[in-house]
């Protein structure tokens, strides 16, 4: 059973960090690019990052450049969203993706060719 697990959610204050982490079972990372979408409440899904089947391509959202930094580890087959400077308007639920995008590509953050979602995690950043 090939699945998506994320963790590392929780409640942060405004400028702090915190990292989630996107577990896959069942295929290997290096197989699909792994993306990152968020939804808030009453508002739209939206991708945040991305990175390649390669590993070479990484790409995110203008509102997150420079604060968040996607990577990952395929020994522990696990996607990793590191996310600083921390915004209230960065709450939502963070969700990971598998999508089938071609390995040597640039990453494209869309909701299309979805292999496997997560469950989401929810992040929260209040004072």
């Known amino acids: 059973q090939s699945q998506l697990v994320e963790s590392g959610g929780g409640l942060v204050q405004p400028g702090g960090s915190l990292r989630l982490s996107c577990l896959a079972s069942?295929?290997?990372?290096?197989?699909?690019?792994i993306a990152w979408f968020r939804q808030a409440p009453g508002k739209e899904r939206e991708g945040v990052a991305c990175i390649s089947a390669s590993g070479g391509s990484t790409n995110y959202r203008d509102s997150v450049k420079g604060r968040f930094t996607t990577s990952r580890d395929t020994a522990k087959n696990t996607v990793y969203l590191e996310m600083n400077r921390l915004k209230p308007e960065d709450t939502a639920v963070y969700y990971c993706?598998?999508?089938?995008?071609?390995?040597?590509?640039?990453?494209?953050?869309?909701?299309?060719?979805?292999?496997?979602w997560g469950q989401g995690t929810q992040v929260t950043v209040a004072s």
């Open positions: 993706a598998a999508l089938i995008q071609h390995v040597h590509r640039e990453c494209v953050i869309v909701p299309k060719g979805v292999r496997n």
């Open positions: 069942g295929f290997t990372v290096d197989a699909y690019t």
